[in-house]
């Protein structure tokens, strides 16, 4: 199955600094997420991207899918940007999600 | 918006009983997935089901585990005989003709 990896794993950040983490999977998807988790545990949609860029106010989100990765920015952030960020890849008709580790980010004041 | 909705939000039982985790997808979806998340780790696919019966199942997916779609609008995930290890979130996901898939909030189950 796919295999997908997720970098760094833990980030922490000043209140108004700008962010980059980064998913590589291992093979062609035909579908690539990006989730939050809250800290009541819920996975919040940010982008449905399996190419291209997408932009939704402070974070934006890129697919390079010949490459095998995609990579979510977020700028300014603020500390209710902190949480678990994760991506998954799928592929295929029924197109199950293979979940990464995560990225744990921290936003200090 | 459309959203998926699950519940109970949490679940507490004990160990040996029997639990059955309900989900209502958003209503034109064809798709229907649940995945658990053990506390720490991340996000792992159980089952898909589509038209009335299970398209891919995980090896997390034992005889433990069952899915139906009793009605048109709910999709239930039983466990039959809980342990220790089922303790996680349980989220349910639906799709519709595109890929993008929408997860509901979880399912909190602790198995004392």
């Known amino acids: 199955g796919i295999q997908v990896e997720q970098s760094p794993p833990d980030l922490i950040l000043q209140e108004g600094a700008n962010s980059t983490l980064r998913c590589n999977f291992s093979?062609?998807?035909?579908?690539l997420q990006w989730f939050h988790q809250n800290p009541w545990g819920q996975l919040i949609n940010l982008f449905y991207?399996?190419?291209g860029t997408k932009q939704n106010g402070r974070l934006s989100a890129t697919t390079v899918a010949t490459e095998r990765y995609s990579l979510l920015y977020i700028s300014s952030s603020q500390t209710t940007d902190s949480g678990v960020y994760f991506c998954?890849?799928?592929?295929?008709?029924?197109?199950?999600?293979?979940f990464g580790t995560g990225t744990r980010l921290q936003v200090t004041l | 918006e459309p959203e998926v909705t699950q519940t109970p939000s949490h679940q507490v039982t004990q160990m040996g009983q029997e639990v059955i985790l309900r989900c209502v997808p958003i209503s034109n979806h064809l798709y229907f997935y649940w995945y658990r998340q053990i506390l720490g780790q991340k996000v792992e696919f159980l089952v898909s089901f589509y038209n009335n019966e299970i398209s891919e199942k995980s090896e997390i997916f034992d005889d433990q585990f069952s899915v139906e779609r009793p009605d048109g609008s709910n999709f239930t995930l039983k466990i039959r005989s809980t342990k220790l290890e089922d303790s996680a979130m349980y989220f349910c996901a639906s799709r519709g003709a595109g890929l993008e898939q929408y997860f509901g909030p979880g399912t909190r189950l602790t198995v004392t």
């Open positions: 998954a890849a799928g592929r295929g008709t029924a197109s199950k999600l293979t």
């Open positions: 093979d062609s998807v035909n579908n």
């Open positions: 991207i399996p190419s």
